[in-house]
């Protein structure tokens, strides 16, 4: 007897940029995953210009999900402020964890992470110093303070020079990763970069 397919994932991406006209690969990348089904975005800047984060809204589309995606650029080693007064005012003390938290336990965290750095500046011995899983850390005890699964990041570096055909390729990437996306313990496929 062949065993059912699991069942896609509900995924919500946190869109988390503050100049979304200025950029190339998180526009074409926010395109690319518009029409599919079991996939949410959230535009934080859009709903949020004022930063007036509705925590209670927040909270039930967490519950509503499987897998949260946080898909922003990389500014100054870590996300653009909307997204950090996101995480401090959503997952909250009692409710994300802590006593009497738990609400997120057992879903998925993946990052989407763009950068105008190129890879070999990330590491020892590049010009930041650091590898990106070091400069993300921050994110992944952060997940795992609230009892969910962080998966390795998606990440395109490099952004300011890549050309439009490699933008698209990328977008054209995410998007498949997304529509294909199952979960670590089904696929193991499932955590391979864009």
Known sequence: ?????????????????????????????????????????????????????????????????????????????????????????????????GPGGGSLQGKELVQVVSASSATDGYGPEGFDGHDLPALLLPFARTAQLCGMTYRAPLFFDDANTRSSDEVMAHAAAYRNWLRDYARPNTAASSDGGV
Not at 21 to 38: E, F, K, Q, T
Not at 72 to 81: E, G, N
């Open 1 to 97: 007897m062949i065993a059912p397919l699991p069942p896609q994932p509900k995924i919500l991406v946190l869109f988390a940029h503050p100049y979304p006209h200025a950029s190339r690969v998180n526009v074409a990348m926010r395109r690319a995953i518009a029409d599919l089904p079991h996939v949410r975005v959230h535009d934080l800047y859009d709903l949020y210009p004022e930063f007036d984060i509705d925590v209670e809204h927040e909270q039930a589309a967490l519950l509503e999900h499987d897998v949260i995606v946080l898909q922003h650029p990389l500014y100054w080693y870590s996300c653009p402020a909307l997204l950090k007064e996101w995480i401090d005012s959503v997952l909250r003390y009692g409710w994300a964890y």
